[in-house]
């Protein structure tokens, strides 16, 4: 059983930064895919980023440019570096890790963009 816990969220005005981290316990060696989703009221649930655990990275079209996901294999952990925040990356972003076949989720933190 993999436990994810999330931190970083909060207020920020637009144009500001945020970063997230996500620490990964229970397993018992590096997980394999970590990543970052996103799901805004009245919306579904998006992929934000993704990467493994040899470096590999992945980003919805809107992040691209703005944000960086990245880990430490060592830690079991995972971060979300954002920039240039607007209001539309609003939304309660969840840590996720696809472990022995199974896909974990993090509780959400929340990430509000807002003057």
């Known amino acids: 059983q993999v436990q994810l816990v999330e931190s970083g969220g909060g207020l920020v005005q637009p144009g500001g930064s945020l970063r997230l981290s996500c620490a990964a316990s229970g397993s018992g060696f590096s997980i394999n895919v970590m990543g970052w989703y996103r799901q805004a009221p009245g919306k579904k649930r998006e992929l934000v980023a993704v990467?493994?655990?040899?470096?590999?990275?992945n980003y919805i079209d809107s992040a691209k440019g703005r944000f960086t996901i990245s880990r430490d294999n060592a830690k079991n952990t995972v971060y979300l570096q954002m920039t240039s925040l607007e209001p539309e990356d609003t939304a309660v972003y969840y840590c996720y890790a696809h472990y022995v076949a199974t896909g974990y989720w993090g509780q959400g933190t929340q990430v509000t963009v807002s003057s």
């Open positions: 990467i493994s655990s040899g470096g590999s990275t």
